[in-house]
């Protein structure tokens, strides 16, 4: 995912389903933000002298004001997700246990987490500093991100690099691995070596009129600073669908080193400048302006950005080495370079962190400059979004004239300090709004929807060639679609959407359409246990993906989404792969399902389903494909499936086997599927694992695993 593929038209309001926690204030709505166009969101971080959050709060506490003008707070709701990390320095307990990864994922419960986009900023980190910056953001993942919390990856410079939203921390880290720093030269670097080598020139009888040294990668360096402002700005323009929660920017970055406050040298020439240091022409002002669109799109979106300098503790004369001065001599070339040449460089290390200040208390978050206590930073952070107020007030300007407004917030009590953003720009009325899709939005949106309760699992299963058959299963939770009395039917149509994303956010599959629900009494009075079936099927390459579902309603309008990972494999290239698992039940066609796949309707007796939990009177019935790549000799794969219980024990055991031309990929592979009676399975949880082993020497094993639970 990059800057501009994170970017969406999502503009649905979240805040009913992030699940606030409201402080006990009576007057205090729920959270249901953006009702009217003038309403203003804003958080406050309240902490005490020690640092720790102040949690008893109402409304009357809060003096909030708009451009000096006091405000009347609707809304005074206090966040509080709990404090939770996998690993690391006082962590708490582990939300994700060992062991197998959920393959269903359902909407029924709400989001409940953080959200944190990673931002790695290539055109200003130095190559040597990639590995720092890919350390800190692995340990942040892997020690600080809650199993509740979703995180993004976005790289400025290489859009390709990126990870859209999920949990899945492998999926970041694969991400991360693949930052490189791409900052150039700095121009106090630049500048020496232009004069050394014009000294250089002199030196050998040519002119010694060579000009004043110049900055040969001006050009770039504003085209970067430019690039890496309006990254940060498309992000925090899209994490604007996600309302109701404080949204945390993580940025890795060295900071902008142009002096943006100083006149561009275009002008500063046709003033007649004789600067000693004059280097190509930089056009401030558009890296001003564009700083300024980045700032406004953090606070309409209430995005607070945490600037984090890999350089840690600096003394800003890190590059010094390529100076070829050393601090205090004489310069050999003062002819044509700065004689305080080193100072200049600590200036531009100066300028660097003050940018990455700047961008902290703009928008409320907080500058991680001259640290190299890591823990202590991302600490910081999640505590930030952990334990905070969400302020809501419909401002007093309803031109909409998208103008920029400030905003100031301070509490009644003594002792007490608050952080926040410091303004908003007001909608502008003058841009045209496209009509509202609550489907197509919800697909946009950078993190899944409560609401219309559905439950979706997405399996890469079939394939002849590179592509592989991805099968999509979703059941929609019938107690949340109401019917409508239509003769002797019950009656609703269903809108239902889903989107295959790659890594950096492109759509590589999707289709939309309407199932027409039309039940007969019988039916009707069972709907609300066994809802309803949509299953779909679209072609993958071998990669990771966000598989995206989005339904609504039409009676009532309920809308909801899903978003799961998948993890599609080369099915080509490996001498033995597998599919992943797909799992049917002999109940499981009790649930109607308007379509099905001949494929997996040769396989199953009932269709595939989302229920991983099951009677003893049912029979749980699995089906995994299996490929055999290697052309040497002669030889067979064996398969295993298992179910042990909660504690260890196998409860089931089944074998079998088959010469590896049955595995051909041309011919499909060899679907294998297992019946497992589940009559005498006591109550409780368990792992069902498939497996294959191939008798070729040297062939990696190969299995995967799912959960169910007997009741």
Request: with cysteine.
């Amino acid at each position: 995912m990059n800057g501009r593929s994170l970017v969406s038209t999502a503009v649905v309001a979240l805040a009913a389903t992030l699940g606030a926690r409201q402080a006990p204030a009576p007057q205090a709505p729920a959270l249901t933000f953006r009702s009217v166009a003038n309403f203003v969101e804003v958080d406050a971080i309240v902490t005490d002298r020690a640092g720790a959050p102040v949690r008893d709060l109402t409304c009357g506490d809060f003096n909030v004001r708009e451009d000096g003008r006091p405000q009347n707070l609707s809304v005074c709701a206090f966040v509080d997700i709990p404090v939770t990390r996998v690993s690391g320095p006082a962590a708490g307990p582990a939300l994700r246990p060992a062991g197998v990864r959920p393959d269903v994922v359902s909407n029924a419960k709400p989001f409940d987490g953080r959200v944190f986009v990673i931002v790695l900023d290539a055109f200003h980190v130095a190559p040597l500093r990639g590995l720092a910056v890919k350390r800190q953001a692995d340990k942040f993942i892997d020690e600080y991100l809650g199993d509740n919390d979703v995180a993004a990856v976005v790289e400025i410079g290489h859009g390709s690099y990126g990870q859209e939203f999920t949990g899945d921390r492998a999926a970041l880290k694969a991400a991360v691995d693949r930052f490189t720093g791409d900052a150039l030269p700095s121009e106090t670097v630049n500048l020496n070596r232009d004069a050394l080598n014009k000294n250089s020139v002199s030196q050998a009888g040519y002119p010694a009129d060579q000009g004043p040294p110049q900055d040969l990668d001006a050009g770039p360096r504003e085209f970067m600073a430019r690039e890496s402002l309006t990254v940060i700005r498309q992000v925090a323009e899209t994490l604007g669908a996600v309302t109701g929660r404080r949204k945390a920017l993580l940025l890795f970055s060295e900071g902008i080193g142009i002096d943006r406050m100083k006149i561009d040298d275009t002008s500063a020439r046709e003033a007649g400048s004789t600067a000693a240091f004059l280097p190509s022409a930089t056009d401030t002002t558009s890296i001003r302006r564009a700083e300024t669109d980045m700032f406004s799109a953090a606070a309409k979106s209430n995005v607070s950005i945490y600037s984090i300098d890999p350089r840690g503790l600096t003394t800003g004369q890190e590059d010094a080495a390529e100076l070829g001065v050393s601090p205090g001599a004489d310069n050999p070339t003062r002819d044509y370079s700065n004689p305080r040449v080193h100072d200049d460089a600590a200036d531009e290390s100066r300028r660097q962190q003050d940018a990455l200040r700047s961008y902290a208390e703009q928008t409320g978050g907080l500058a991680m400059i001259d640290r190299n206590d890591m823990d202590e930073v991302f600490r910081r952070i999640v505590e930030d979004n952990s334990a905070y107020y969400v302020l809501g007030y419909a401002s007093p300007d309803a031109r909409h004239d998208g103008e920029y407004h400030r905003i100031s917030v301070k509490v009644n009590r003594p002792g007490v300090s608050v952080r926040t953003q410091q303004g908003y720009t007001a909608p502008d009325a003058h841009v045209s709004k496209t009509p509202p899709d609550a489907v197509a939005d919800l697909i946009a949106s950078p993190v899944a929807v409560g609401g219309l309760g559905m439950s979706v699992n997405a399996s890469a299963f079939g394939g002849t060639g590179p592509m592989s058959t991805v099968h999509l299963t979703v059941q929609l939770d019938g107690k949340g679609v109401p019917l409508k009395a239509s003769g002797d039917r019950f009656t609703n149509d269903i809108d239902i959407q889903y989107a295959a994303l790659d890594h950096i956010g492109r759509q590589q599959a999707g289709a939309r359409q309407v199932a027409h629900l039309k039940l007969l009494p019988a039916t009707r009075e069972a709907f609300a246990g066994i809802g309803v079936r949509y299953v779909a099927e679209f072609e993958l390459g071998p990669g990771h993906y966000q598989v995206r579902v989005a339904a609504r309603e039409h009676e009532t309008n309920r809308a909801g989404s899903v978003f799961c990972d998948l993890d599609v494999p080369d099915i080509v290239h490996a001498p033995l792969a597998m599919s992943d698992l797909l799992a049917s039940s002999s109940a499981a066609a009790r649930t109607p399902t308007p379509l099905g796949s001949s494929k997996i309707d040769a396989l199953f007796s009932a269709p595939t389903t989302t229920d991983r939990t099951f009677t003893p009177a049912d029979t749980l019935v699995v089906a995994a494909t299996f490929y055999d790549n290697d052309a040497r000799a002669a030889h067979r794969v064996a398969f295993r499936a298992t179910v042990q219980s909660a504690g260890g024990a196998v409860v089931f055991t089944r074998d079998d086997s088959r010469p590896a031309t049955d595995l051909a990929r041309e011919n499909g592979g060899f679907a294998w599927v297992v019946q497992v009676p589940l009559t005498s399975l006591v109550p409780g949880r368990y792992v069902l694992s498939v497996e294959g082993r191939s008798t070729a020497a040297g062939t990696p094993p190969v299995g995967r695993q799912l959960t169910f639970e007997v009741r």
